[in-house]
Structures are given as structure tokens and as C-alpha cells.
DNA sequence: TCCCATATCTTGACATCGACTAGATTGCTG
DNA sequence: CAGCAATCTAGTCGATGTCAAGATATGGGA
């Protein structure tokens, strides 16, 4: 935004990714255009393909960026509860992140950035399940499941009808509470 | 099949509908190309149009029939797990129509046999949720966000490394035992 | 039986997109 | 200050979705 008309940007990377992530997160990843990012951010058709190679790459980064951003939010939960309400968040915070992060499809799956940065999501996620019942690995994937169900209801408007207005990281918790056979609110 | 170079396909919406769900249900729906459905079906590139008037008119038609066969996959589930179970199963046996869906981007929402279908659905649903907990609305939402997100994970193959070969169903099963207090298998 | 209204399919065209290449411009570094 | 690497532009190609106009087959009514 500080230089109209300069040959060089100054940062075009950073402003095709937040452009990218406004498309995404009003029209979904499949309504995004290299060529319509590079409209609104003033460059010629090709530039952005420098800073991402392609169209995968450009998701990658946003995937990788998001799970970066999903390990400190994830930060230091006290139970799975807590857990599952700060995935939800964070789903609602950054929608278009969210829904990058787990399609495979659409990513370059074997990015060395993205590999470590959903490491370091795993570890996370891990850390916080540990001593939960006799299976950790059921504990995770069942809190995993649920957050995950719940955060990926909610971005696609499926849960509309349900939430009556209410605050959905709220529903969420009480829904995990009545699920996990705790009250709602402590 | 039959007729190998007739002007008239015979059955080309069909043909075009099962290609589709067999480029999905490998690719995803964002590697879903019209021309190519026409090739495959050996049409010219403008026949599919014919059928499904656009590329959403083709994704809401595979979510119509989507919602038809889970209202009959759900049946009559003996309480919520099984549910669960069979939202699963669903999902495993027809990838391509849950992966298309719950996602309205990609559909026609206002289409009436899309309504219809959903709808039938909804109601299936909503009559194995009655009379479980003080809030249905919350153990439906419940239920339906852990099945949607074991379901979503699991054909993401996000899950990949922690089901360690097991059948995923049993595995949702022991999962919604567990969350919900009750033992993995009867 | 014939005939035509309609459904189905083809052909052609246009704008847009992703990707590639070659060249221009800028900023940095020695 | 010189040159080198990073960044961006311009041009191009094949592929795609969508529309319009025309060709062909099918079925029901005269």
C-alpha cells in the first residue's frame, strides 16, 4: 500500500497470501485465481508464480502458515476439552487456513516447510492427549474427530440451524462436556 | 456400453454421473473437468451440459443422490453410536458423495431436489437423535460433528498413521464407546 | 404409416486460467 | 561503481467452462 507504482512491490508475497486467504475463506480454495490475485495486488499475470512456483504452492504456504498458527493456539490447553475449544477457535479465527490445512489434495504434500510445521502441530496435539485413558490414540482421535467435525459443520454453514444464535466456541464446549460426561460450564 | 457409436448416448447422465464420482472419490471435486467426463464418456465436450447444465448443477445433482443414500444408509440405527457408525460407513463406501455434500460453494443450495433430498436426510437424522439427553439439539451435534469429523479425517487420510491397520469402523465404534462413557464393543 | 415437436448431441466460438519462456528492471553486495 | 541475483513484465500455449446455433434421433398423435 506505501508505493503506488513501483516495478517492484516491495512485498508481494505477503499481499497474495492475505488475498488469497480473503478469497478462500469467502469462496472456498477452488474459487482462487493466480491471475485475480495478481489484479488485486496491482502486478502482471505471472508475478506471484515467482514467490510460489504454482497454484499448490501457494496452498502449501498457507497450509504451513496455518499450522504454525494452530501450534500457538493450540498453546498449553489444560485438558481435551480446552483443546477442542481452542481447535475450534482457531478454525473460526482463521477459516481459510483451516480449510486448506487438510487437503491433501491440494497441497504439495512433501514441502519440507510443511512437513515440520505440521510436526510441530502433532507434537502439540500429542503432548496435550498424554495419560487420557488407557488408549492414547483413541483419546486423540476421538477429541481430534469431534473438534474437527464440529470446526468443519460450523465453516460450512451446516450447523446454521442448530446454534440458535449462540456462541459457537460456547456450544462447543458444553457439547464436549455433555459428551465426555462433564457439565457444560465449570 | 451397448451401442458403441450411436448419436444418442442411451444413458449419458449415468455415464457422466459415475465418471465423475470416479474422478472424485481419487482426485478430488477440484479435478473434476467437464470436458474430460465428455471424453471419457466419448461425447462431444458440450453433451454433459445437456444433462447437468453446469459444473454445479453436476456437484448438486451427485449431492442430491448423496443425501439419498445416507437417509437410506442411516436406516434405523439403534441408538447413537450406531449412528455414528453408519455415518461412517457411508462415508467409506461412497467417498465421492459425502466429499461433495456438506460443501455449498461448490453447489446449487436453492436446487429443490437438493432440498428435498437433504431434508429426508435431516429428519432421519433428527428421529434417531429423540429423546437422548435433556438437549437433543446438543447431542445431535454431538454425534453428528464426531462421526462428520472421524468421517472427514479419515477419507482426508488424515488418520492414516494412527489406526494402524485396523478396520476404521471398529475403530469409530471403540472411539464413540469411549467418549461416551459405554464400552468399546457389546 | 407418416410427421413433427422435443429431447439429445455436435460443432464452433469466446473469454479465462495455469504454466512456461524470455526479457526488462531493481536492489544488493563486493 | 560494476555486476549479479531477485523480482517483475510481456507474450504465448494448451485446456477449460459456458454459450449459441445447427444436426440428429425418438416418441406420440394425426
Redesign the pocket.
Known amino acids: 500500500m506505501t508505493a503506488e507504482r ?8 505477503r499481499a497474495v497470501l492475505t488475498a488469497a486467504l480473503d478469497v478462500i475463506a469467502t469462496e472456498g480454495p477452488a474459487a ?8 488485486r495486488a ?6 506471484p ?3 510460489f ?5 501457494l496452498l502449501t504456504a498457507i497450509a504451513a502458515e496455518g499450522h504454525g498458527l494452530l501450534a500457538a493456539a493450540l498453546g498449553e490447553a489444560e485438558d481435551l476439552r480446552d483443546l477442542g475449544v481452542r481447535y475450534v477457535r482457531f478454525a473460526g479465527a482463521h477459516p481459510a487456513h483451516f480449510q486448506v490445512m487438510f487437503r491433501p489434495e491440494l497441497l504439495r504434500t512433501d514441502d519440507p516447510e510443511l512437513l515440520a510445521a505440521r510436526e510441530r502441530t502433532r507434537t502439540r496435539l500429542r503432548a496435550a492427549v498424554e495419560g487420557y485413558g488407557d488408549d492414547p490414540a483413541l483419546g486423540f482421535m476421538a477429541a481430534w474427530s469431534m473438534a474437527h467435525g464440529f470446526a468443519t459443520l460450523l465453516l460450512s454453514r451446516n450447523l446454521d440451524g442448530l446454534l440458535s444464535g449462540s456462541d459457537p466456541e460456547e456450544t462447543f464446549r458444553a457439547l464436549a462436556g455433555a459428551m465426555s460426561g462433564r457439565p457444560g460450564t465449570p
Do not use: I, M, Q, T
Not at 512456483?53 to 504452492?57: L, Y
Open positions: 513501483s516495478y517492484h512491490h516491495g512485498d508481494l508475497r482462487l485465481s493466480l491471475r485475480d490475485l495478481a489484479r496491482g502486478v502482471s499475470h505471472a508475478a508464480a515467482h514467490h512456483k504454482d497454484r499448490a504452492g
